[in-house]
């Protein structure tokens, strides 16, 4: 493996983003996922004639398709390309490329010389003249992405949207989806770095939340993953005007990334939160000509978090744009990455006509996105949180959140490992985050994209988290279901279950749910 390998076999090469046309053909594979729906949705709405297939059946992101007049398909079949008239091109996820490149839909397009692009082509092609604002880094994309969508829209800005994880129905105004339609000059978008998935966006202002490692599949190390970050950060365009990086400095990675941009003709926005007053002017006074680039001294834009309760989280922002002077914001998110989150959401406002108090109102009226904790329910004195998380940092900083969420009640750890690859490259430090809760239920890998299922286990993990914290229950159910249904015989009333992972890690709070609300 290279330290940048792409997996894209098959796949036609990233080009300039053009406009969709009236009536253009467009098949998508995959359609029921997070992304590839969003670009079903855009692509209708630009007036493509679209259609899609996905063999894992309909999933939480397809109401919203189909009511936008798609037809989707529960199987694969080389019929959807080889009908009269085909398709103009196929909209896919470069993962199906690596996986399954004699996939039979892939070979009749392929035969057929019909271009095959990964649908986040489609996106960039729908965001065409349109100002659009890129939404990247390891942890926090969606949240960030989302945040941004609802402050803009609160503000009257009508931003269109591609954001990975649900946005409710009041921000979409229809079925909640990961699209929304939007007519104002914003189009947001969620840029995801596994294997260039982000290469089709060319963004006018781009916000980097932080730099980890993650996909050891496609990514030796975090300075690969700094390289991928650094290339996409060059292809920005902004037209005329230099293009904007809101950056995340507290972040190690983001602070590497940064500094390596001195050369880059575009201007960043360096953001932190900060403990106190004292790391607060030093930062607003070093952060310009620490990362400066080609086109002159950075912007610098701090937080310091002043209060945290369950309801929420108050911080001092201070910096550019609506909040050039220090003031005071109530977020209604929990935990330190959340305000981090922020910053970003504001880093990004900056460069839009919007007064302070509408964006403060904005920031502290969003009712979050899917799957990014969120509270599923509470039946017999246990309350429920669904979370994506599934890469250490990101279990790390969920448990913490919960913990202000919900204090003083015993924390549930829930974890469906997502990929073996993954585990068995983060195995140890997976251990360590999941070993500070106080008790731990680990369910089986979801393989994903997984050729190899034999290098880590879900006892496996289990074993380690109970090395690392004896004193703790820790146990591996088995399946979803069975550990929906292990957990409702050991959770007690006062319990806060967090459940995390990719997969189908959601149904484990659903099913939790329906089993207390039963016994």
């Known amino acids: 493996m290279s330290t940048d390998a792409h997996p894209e076999a098959g796949l036609d090469p990233v080009r300039d983003a053009r406009p969709i046309r009236t009536g253009e053909r467009i098949h998508v594979v995959g359609a029921a996922g997070a992304g590839a729906s969003a670009a079903a949705l855009h692509a209708a ?175 030796a190390d975090r300075e690969a993953v700094i390289r991928a970050f650094d290339r996409w950060l060059r292809r920005a365009d902004r037209g005329d005007q230099p293009p904007i990086a809101v950056i995340n400095v507290a972040d190690e990675g983001g602070a590497a990334l940064a500094r390596g941009l001195a050369d880059w003709q575009g201007t960043i926005i360096a953001t932190a939160v900060v403990r106190d007053d004292a790391a607060r002017l030093r930062a607003r006074r070093t952060f310009p000509e620490a990362f400066r680039t080609a086109t002159g001294p950075a912007g610098a834009l701090i937080g310091r978090i002043v209060d945290e309760s369950p309801d929420g989280t108050t911080v001092m922002l201070d910096g550019l744009g609506p909040f050039d002077a220090a003031r005071p914001v109530r977020l209604p998110t929990a935990g330190r990455h959340n305000v981090a989150n922020a910053l970003g959401v504001v880093g990004a406002l900056s460069w839009f006509e919007i007064r302070g108090d509408d964006a403060a109102r904005g920031l502290a009226s969003f009712p979050g996105v899917g799957r990014r904790l969120e509270r599923k329910g509470e039946v017999d004195g246990v309350v429920v949180f669904d979370d994506y998380g599934h890469h250490p940092t990101a279990i790390r900083e969920t448990l913490a959140a919960v913990r202000q969420r919900a204090p003083g009640r015993r924390v549930w750890a829930v974890y469906e490992p997502l990929t073996y690859h993954r585990t068995a490259a983060f195995l140890d430090d997976f251990a360590e985050v999941l070993a500070a809760a106080d008790a731990v239920a680990i369910a089986d890998i979801w393989a994903g994209r997984d050729p190899d299922t034999t290098i880590a286990s879900a006892a496996g993990l289990a074993e380690a988290v109970a090395r690392r914290n004896p004193k703790i229950p820790v146990a591996a159910p088995g399946p979803v279901e069975a550990t929906a249904a292990w957990l409702a015989r050991e959770v007690r009333p006062g319990d806060a279950v967090l459940v995390m992972g990719g997969g189908k890690s959601y149904r484990i709070g659903e099913l939790l749910l329906e089993a207390l609300a039963d016994r």
């Open 45 to 219: 709405w630009a007036g493509a004639t679209v259609d899609g297939c996905d063999p894992g059946g309909p999933s939480p992101y397809t109401p919203a398709v189909e009511a936008s007049g798609v037809t989707l398909a529960w199987a694969h079949d080389p019929s959807h390309v080889r009908r009269t008239p085909p398709p103009e091109r196929l909209a896919v996820t470069k993962a199906l490329t690596a996986i399954a490149p004699d996939h039979p839909e892939l070979a009749a397009a392929r035969e057929a010389r019909i271009p095959i692009e990964p649908w986040q082509q489609v996106v960039a092609d729908a965001a065409v003249g349109r100002t659009l604002i890129g939404v990247a880094g390891t942890h926090g994309k969606s949240t960030t992405a989302g945040w941004l969508v609802h402050v803009l829209a609160s503000a009257g800005l009508d931003p269109a949207a591609f954001v990975g994880a649900l946005l409710p129905a009041e921000l979409t105004g229809g079925l909640p989806a990961t699209a929304r339609r939007g007519g104002g000059a914003a189009f947001v978008v969620e840029a995801d770095e596994y294997a260039g998935n982000f290469d089709a966006y060319r963004p006018a202002i781009a916000v980097v939340t932080s730099v980890d490692w993650d996909h050891p599949d496609v990514f």
